[in-house]
């Protein structure tokens, strides 16, 4: 779609945490059982991948909790337009758990005691739809927000670009929050390349976050 070309990303350092930015994609997904507590371990090899391209940072497990925050989305009085919100961003975040073995998987919660919240506000580049600020404790990340532009998304009068935006940029920023500081360079096959349009995690992601909780956690892994 032609809009996806104006999606601008910024790093904005905060006192121990770090921020990005971008839009996303993804594909279909139904609901899933998620298992409970699981500890990550994987297979090294999945190609092709993109981890040497980005600075990869990470969960210490999973499954982690999800709060969706709409008390400032734009419309949200209306009443569909709150399971559009909800089921875009529920959408994206459950895509990125197709990588299998437990890896990305995400539980919605109802309180904002969250691992990740999703909210709407302002963010560092006024022309970016969203953005993501991580918290790390240790060498793992303890906490992680993604910041919807709230003027951005208040210009989306019809449906089908709320819904086609709010996924494009939650699937890109959620691949921030599960994984990647950076953006790929070398392919654009991927939701994590900047300006990326592509509605669903690709094969190259899902490797690259496969990629990147395939190492047992004894090894270490530098912030960002
Ligand atoms: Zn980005």
Redesign the pocket.
């Known amino acids: 779609m032609k809009h996806s070309t104006l999606r601008i ?1 910024s790093f904005v350092f905060l006192l121990g945490a770090l921020a ?4 996303g994609s993804n594909s279909e997904k139904s609901s899933q059982v998620i298992p409970s507590d699981v500890t990550i371990y994987g297979s090294c090899g999945n190609t092709p991948n993109y981890k040497n391209e980005i600075l990869i940072s990470r969960w210490k497990r999973f499954p982690i909790t999800l709060y969706v925050d709409l008390s400032n989305a734009p419309g949200v009085d209306i009443g569909n337009n709150r399971s559009i919100y909800r089921n875009a961003i529920l959408y994206s975040a459950n895509n990125w758990s197709s990588a299998g073995n437990g890896i990305g998987a995400i539980i919605l919660v109802s309180t904002p005691d969250a691992d990740i919240v999703v909210r709407f506000g302002s963010t560092p580049t006024a022309d970016s739809f969203g953005s ?1 600020s991580v918290v790390f404790d240790g060498n793992y990340k303890k906490k992680a927000t993604i910041n919807l532009n709230l003027q951005k998304f208040s210009t989306l009068s019809q449906t089908i670009y709320l819904d086609y935006w709010l996924k494009i940029t939650t699937t ?2 959620m ?2 929050v599960l994984m ?1 500081y950076g ?1 790929p360079v070398s392919t654009r096959n991927s939701v ?1 390349f ?1 300006g990326s349009s592509i509605e669903g995690p690709t094969l190259e992601d899902l490797n690259t976050i496969r990629e990147a909780y395939c190492r047992v956690d004894s090894q270490s892994y530098p912030n960002p």
């Open positions: 990303c990005s930015c971008g839009g993501t890109h920023e691949g921030h990647a953006h994590m900047q």
